[in-house]
């Protein structure tokens, strides 16, 4: 469930940005969740799509992270797909772009995999391995598994994956 703190969200230049990727770029929106905004045209897009929509890979994507959290496994909770307001620095003085599309998930503070080393790394890369064992029992294919995509916990000995938008399941093959 979304926390009661979040309403329409709105990204300014102030908020802070949390990761880049092929499909998106990530904001951290609250202390508990943070939105995937979704490219455009971006190349990703198009290929997972077929086209140009980013609510349909956006939507693919909350689906596979809603049954991997459902089956237990360490995913930031999906809280759902929406619209939010994207203001660039070139529309600060009331030219806002249109909406786009984002997923809304629980915010996890922690290492970035790819960020890791010594004693951290080595029980990152056990649960990692771990964890990829037993999505493919339950028909996951995280195509483009990697540990950056992945946020541990040290305190908690806990590795979340948190990016599934190259992953699949026989259910949610396309939308």
Do not use: C
């Not at 890979?57 to 929406?82: C, D, N, S, T």
């Amino acid at each position: 469930m979304q926390p009661d703190n979040i309403e329409k969200i709105v990204i300014d230049p102030f908020t802070p940005v949390l990761g880049y990727g092929g499909q998106g770029v990530v904001y951290g929106v609250s202390d508990d969740a943070v939105a995937k905004v979704y490219h455009l045209n971006g190349p990703i897009t198009r290929i997972l799509a077929g086209g140009e929509d980013p609510e349909r890979v956006a939507m693919r994507e909350y689906y596979i992270q809603k049954m991997l959290h459902q089956a237990g496994f360490p995913v930031p909770e999906p809280y759902g797909v929406e619209e939010v307001t994207l203001i660039r620095p070139s529309s600060l003085f009331g030219l806002y772009k249109p909406d786009r599309t984002a997923l809304i998930a629980e915010r996890i503070n922690g290492v970035k995999g790819n960020a890791l080393s010594g004693e951290n790394l080595e029980r990152a890369l056990h649960l990692f391995d771990k964890w990829l064992k037993e999505a493919w029992k339950l028909e996951f294919t995280g195509i483009d598994a990697r540990l950056e995509d992945t946020i541990y916990v040290p305190s908690e000995n806990k590795l979340y994956f948190v990016d599934f938008g190259m992953w699949s399941h026989p259910s949610v093959y396309s939308l």
